[in-house]
T-cell receptor, first 115, second 114 residues
Framework: DTGVSQNPRHKITKRGQNVTFRCDPI?????LYWYRQTLGQGPEFLTY????????KSRLLSDRFSAERPKGSFSTLEIQRTEQGDSAMYLC?????????????FGPGTRLTVL | AQSVAQPEDQVNVAEGNPLTVKCTYS??????LFWYVQYPNRGLQFLLK??????LVKGSYGFEAEFNKSQTSFHLKKPSALVSDSALYFC????????????FGPGTRLSVLP
């Protein structure tokens, strides 16, 4: 399967713990995006990378959230000191950057539950 | 700022009948518009997009959408619904004046009844 993959698919943690999610984009895609989706809502943009550079961050991305894409391939999203409000599906997507209007291809998501 | 509205939480249609899932948007500049479908326990799948040109765009699985600039709408349509089309549908917009991210609507759940 050459699509976007995310690991783990599910994560249950206790409030205050740190969690890290991984996203592997489609190999030739140079743009990578993170979104958060809560029940009954559409995905909300968090941040995006072009190659290894993080070019845009949403106001939703608090100081407890950090994302990296060190070699321009896979990306990690870390949440420190998790709160119950962080419970959501975290989606990763990738795209080509040609002229900026290419569709984004989404992974299956990581469902985070904070107890 | 950009925004997307999907006025119907739920759309029910009988198999074989035409379906429409509505989407309206607000952007300051020219929009790029997209439709995605989400099946249970699966990621969002791209259906179609409007960038420029012909207002009627055709996409995957027999879906099409019509861009209407005056009504700022981008409704998703299919001439004959299948039970397997039952899923959650999201409209998304990108305003080229506001960065690279997509803004998604809240989603519309489509149920096709046999």
């Amino acid at each position: 399967d050459t699509g976007v993959s995310q690991n783990p698919r599910h994560k249950i943690t206790k409030r205050g713990q740190n969690v890290t999610f991984r996203c592997d984009p489609i190999s030739e895609h140079n743009r990578l995006y993170w979104y958060r989706q809560t029940l009954g809502q559409g995905p909300e943009f968090l941040t995006y990378f072009q190659n290894e550079a993080q070019l845009e961050k949403s106001r939703l991305l608090s100081d407890r959230f950090s994302a990296e894409r060190p070699k321009g391939s896979f990306s990690t999203l870390e949440i420190q000191r998790t709160e119950q409000g962080d419970s959501a599906m975290y989606l990763c997507a990738s795209s080509l950057s040609y002229q900026g209007y290419n569709e984004q291809f989404f992974g299956p998501g990581t469902r985070l539950t904070v107890l | 700022a950009q925004s997307v509205a999907q006025p119907e939480d739920q759309v029910n249609v009988a198999e074989g009948n035409p379906l429409t899932v509505k989407c309206t948007y607000s952007v300051s500049g020219n929009p790029y518009l997209f439709w995605y479908v989400q099946y249970p326990n699966r990621g969002l799948q791209f259906l179609l997009k409007y960038i420029t040109g012909d207002n009627l765009v055709k996409g995957s699985y027999g879906f099409e959408a019509e861009f209407n600039k005056s009504q700022t709408s981008f409704h998703l349509k299919k001439p004959s619904a299948l039970v397997s089309d039952s899923a959650l549908y999201f409209c998304a917009v990108r305003d080229i004046n506001y960065g690279q991210n997509f803004v998604f609507g809240p989603g519309t759940r489509l149920s096709v009844l046999p």
